[in-house]
């Protein structure tokens, strides 16, 4: 009888998938981050396997050490996809947005809601901590942006929290890695129905994109939607 295979597991084999494009994506960015993850594995099992023998338990120290090499390697490598990530955002349009969208669950982000002719940016998020508006672009610019739209925001939630970060590495500024922490240790002050009521009168406001005029009617023959760039 032939044997049956045992079917693969989507969900593992799409974490797998995950793991390798990371890397890749990191080795980019960070050539020698096979090398250190694996001189963190080896140093983490010798030291272990070495205090084991001097209690007399190697096997136990050697089972041991091998789960806390792995966990080692795992925070190591963690840290420094985590750093290889950020590198290749720092500097690029949109680049504040992307990082707002992963804060976690129960923030609503809404990105784009002020733009100048010169692209710089203001993205808008509601959590339980309040409202947070994060610009990104020159900073001499974005400040009158940004002082806009707070006071825009301060006009529909007077009773609310407002903050205002800059995306930047200079003085007073916000670096684009700390941007989830600083968030994170804002203090929650609202109710969840409270930070629910909040999202939905300010979006009463809208974006960009919903501010956008669109023509109304048939639109004319021999017009093309322009194509994206």
């Known amino acids: 009888m032939a044997r049956k295979e045992t079917p693969e597991n989507p969900e593992n084999s799409g974490r797998l998938k995950q793991i390798a494009q990371t890397y890749k994506m990191t080795r980019q960015a960070d050539p020698k ?9 080896i140093v983490t099992f010798g ?3 070495a205090l084991g023998f001097l209690i007399g338990h190697p096997i136990y120290a050697a089972i041991l050490g091998f789960l806390l090499a792995f966990l080692a390697m795992a ?5 420094r996809a985590e750093k290889a990530a950020f590198g290749q955002l720092e500097g ?14 129960g923030w609503t982000v809404t990105p784009a809601v002020a733009m100048n002719k010169s692209q710089d940016v203001v993205h808008r998020a509601v959590s339980k901590a309040g409202v947070v508006l994060i610009g990104e672009g020159n900073p001499n610019r974005v400040k009158g942006l940004l002082a806009a739209e707070k006071k825009k ?16 590495t200079g003085e007073g500024e916000l670096p684009l ?4 922490t600083t ?3 804002l203090p929650r002050v609202l109710p969840g129905p409270k930070a629910t009521e909040v999202n939905d009168r300010l979006r009463a406001l809208g974006d960009l994109m919903s501010n956008m ?3 109304k009617g048939p639109m004319p023959k021999g017009m093309r939607m322009p194509k994206g760039r």
């Open 33 to 41: 981050v096979g090398l250190v993850i694996a001189a963190v594995g």
């Open 47 to 49: 030291v272990i396997l």
């Open 75 to 79: 925070i190591v490598f963690g840290r």
């Open 92 to 105: 690029k349009p949109g680049a504040a947005a992307a990082v707002l969208q992963n804060v976690g669950r």
């Open 153 to 168: 925001v301060n006009r529909v939630v007077y009773d609310v929290p407002v903050h205002d970060f800059i995306i930047g």
């Open 177 to 180: 890695k700390k941007v989830r």
């Open 183 to 185: 968030l994170l240790k």
């Open 213 to 215: 005029p669109i023509p």
